[in-house]
């Protein structure tokens, strides 16, 4: 391992300062912004008041009255030089986000890869938001559908993907003619901050057509969040977190008819059957349990193993999780960083207690004594799905239980309430296709012989149940942040009625 860098907090702070975030930001608020690499408050930075919140909505509202009217291929341009401002600033950004959120050096700067991915993608879309000419069945008329801009999109992240979640949105909103409302976790405001600088540095170089407040930050905690979901001037609401948040989220746009696309918790299983390639399998579930510290809402939780490998596979796993380097994320070599709080740690003891009471057989899931909250990820032998198992925590376990045929294990696997990512190690080809057939997972991500973790973004994002079924980043989920017009045009001199109704006057 590497020496000791620096403190984390003069760390971040150089870096906030060559991204250009202004000093008064970072200079009192009532916000703390703490790093979990020490857990110490980074620097106080201010947060909006509900009423300044609204004030800045209505700004980003006459931002989108006059973006709608600029060319898509021109839109797209802002979003080109979006990246490439991602790209210069990349090693700073992935720092920041490691200093912020935990996540180790690769993982931060792989976060910021998957913002420039989606700014390429998104300028490549600025030119193909296409509609369909539909036949009609009256003569001497047309058919057709146009996508409109939307308005403002609101955007409510979490705190584990403090930046690219924001991308996703953003990067297609921004293409599709729409302003962008950002209402960032509470606990990563820095990184909020210093992505909001780089927008602002593109939109300079971009000029005049990229009106001012085209994205806004909205700074605070959920009571901010509740301003975003309330406004009339918000059509559509993509927020990410917890099914918790997504309980709260989804009526309140459901009473204002408002659009929500929700990406919530997820319980991810994988399914480790006869034939898998079992060298490449620890490697996929040992990165997918313990990378991003189980942070991840893509994280394994689950694992079938087929009875006929289990004791091999957990003998095998324990040996993993034994050796895997846990410390700074700055440090070299480091695979599993810090929790985000202490109350991750104590959410995660309480589960492993928990386990422990049902049957389970824990092994590892210490706390490592160093400030911070550092803790040895967990392994534990299930005799069944307890309850415990079928909820979400946040941390670093892996339940592991043991099948004896396919349809059991994917029975086992759909019987979670969330339904965000799954997989299946087996290089039997028939019982791939089960699983990824119409009886087989019920996730919105279902993979065969790689994990559950770690999506690219050209395809559509997202899950079922309690996941909350919103899709975002590639294929066609653009089509959430615009509104379809179909028109018909008659170019004839009669008006023949559609289904033959006559209506004569
Ligand atoms: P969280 O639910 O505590 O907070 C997420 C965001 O929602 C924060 O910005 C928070 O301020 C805001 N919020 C909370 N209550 C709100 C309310 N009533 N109104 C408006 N906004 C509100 O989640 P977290 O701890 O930051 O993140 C972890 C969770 O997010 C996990 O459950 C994880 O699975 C999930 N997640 C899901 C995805 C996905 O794509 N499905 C991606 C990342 C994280």
């Known amino acids: 391992?590497?020496?000791?860098?620096?403190?984390?907090?003069?760390?971040?702070?150089?870096?906030?300062?060559?991204?250009?975030?202004?000093p008064e930001d970072l200079a009192g608020g009532d916000l703390a912004a703490r790093t979990p690499?020490?857990?110490?408050?980074i620097c106080r930075t201010p947060v909006l008041t509900p009423e300044a919140a609204a004030r800045r909505i209505e700004a980003a509202h006459r931002a989108f009255l006059a973006w709608r009217r600029v060319p898509a291929p021109r839109r797209g341009e802002l979003v080109r030089l979006f990246g490439e401002e991602l790209r210069a600033a990349k090693s700073d950004l992935g720092r920041l986000v490691t200093l912020e959120a935990g996540k180790v050096a690769s993982e931060g700067l792989g976060e910021v890869q998957e913002m420039i991915d989606i700014c390429d993608f998104a300028v490549g879309l600025s030119r193909q938001l296409y509609g369909l000419t539909l036949a009609t069945e009256r003569p001497d008329h047309r058919m057709m559908e146009t996508w409109h801009p939307l308005g403002v999109v609101g955007v409510i992240s979490a705190f584990n993907f403090p930046v690219a979640v924001w991308s996703w949105n953003a990067a297609l909103a921004l293409v599709c003619g729409?302003?962008?409302?950002?209402?960032?976790?509470?606990?990563?405001?820095?990184?909020?901050?210093?992505?909001?600088?780089?927008?602002?540095?593109?939109?300079?170089?971009?000029?005049?057509?990229?009106?001012?407040?085209?994205?806004?930050?909205?700074?605070?905690?959920?009571?901010?969040?509740?301003?975003?979901?309330?406004?009339?001037?918000?059509?559509?609401?993509?927020?990410?977190?917890?099914?918790?948040?997504g309980r709260q989220v989804a009526p309140r746009l459901a009473a204002r008819f408002a659009r929500a696309l929700l990406e919530l918790g997820g319980n991810n299983a994988a399914i480790?059957?006869?034939?898998?390639?079992l060298e490449l399998a620890i490697r996929a579930v040992a990165f997918a349990a313990m990378g991003t510290a189980g942070q991840r809402c893509t994280t394994l939780r689950?694992?079938?193993?087929?009875?006929?490998?289990?004791?091999?596979?957990?003998?095998?796993?324990?040996?993993?999780?034994?050796?895997?380097?846990?410390?700074?994320?700055?440090?070299?070599?480091?695979?599993?960083?810090?929790?985000?709080?202490?109350?991750?740690?104590?959410s995660m003891a309480a589960a492993l207690s928990e386990a422990?009471?049902?049957?389970?057989?824990?092994?590892?899931?210490?706390?490592?004594?160093?400030?911070?909250?550092?803790?040895?990820?967990?392994?534990?032998?299930?005799?069944?799905?307890?309850?415990?198992?079928?909820?979400?925590?946040?941390?670093?376990?892996?339940?592991?239980?043991?099948?004896?045929d396919l349809g059991e294990a994917i029975a086992a696997q759909n019987a979670a309430p969330q339904g965000l990512s799954s997989c299946i190690f087996t290089l039997n080809m028939r019982e791939a296709e089960t699983f990824l057939s119409a009886v087989g997972s019920d996730c919105g991500i279902a993979n065969v012989n790689i994990g559950p973790s770690g999506a690219e973004i050209g395809g559509a994002f997202g899950g079922e149940k309690e996941t909350g079924g919103g899709r975002e980043s590639g294929s066609d989920s653009w089509k959430a942040y615009m509104r379809r017009a179909t028109n018909t045009i008659n170019y004839g001199d009669s008006l023949p009625l559609a289904q033959g109704v006559a209506f004569e006057v």
């Open 302 to 346: 689950r694992l079938f193993v087929h009875e006929s490998l289990h004791g091999e596979v957990v003998e095998r796993l324990k040996a993993v999780y034994a050796r895997v380097a846990i410390g700074d994320p700055r440090e070299a070599g480091v695979l599993v960083g810090p929790l985000i709080d202490g109350a991750a740690g104590e």
């Open 356 to 404: 422990a009471t049902e049957g389970g057989r824990v092994h590892g899931g210490e706390r490592i004594d160093r400030p911070g909250t550092y803790v040895r990820p967990a392994l534990v032998e299930m005799p069944s799905q307890a309850p415990v198992v079928l909820r979400e925590t946040f941390a670093p376990i892996l339940y592991v239980m043991s099948y004896r």
């Open 37 to 41: 690499v020490t857990g110490e408050v």
């Open 272 to 277: 480790l059957a006869p034939s898998a390639d």
């Open 178 to 245: 729409d302003a962008v409302a950002w209402k960032p976790s509470e606990k990563t405001p820095l990184t909020a901050l210093a992505v909001q600088a780089l927008f602002q540095r593109a939109a300079a170089r971009f000029g005049p057509d990229a009106p001012a407040d085209l994205c806004v930050l909205l700074q605070g905690g959920p009571e901010v969040g509740e301003v975003l979901v309330d406004h009339p001037r918000v059509p559509l609401v993509s927020a990410t977190g917890s099914t918790r948040m």
């Open 1 to 22: 391992m590497s020496a000791i860098p620096p403190s984390p907090i003069q760390d971040a702070l150089q870096i906030l300062g060559r991204l250009g975030v202004a």
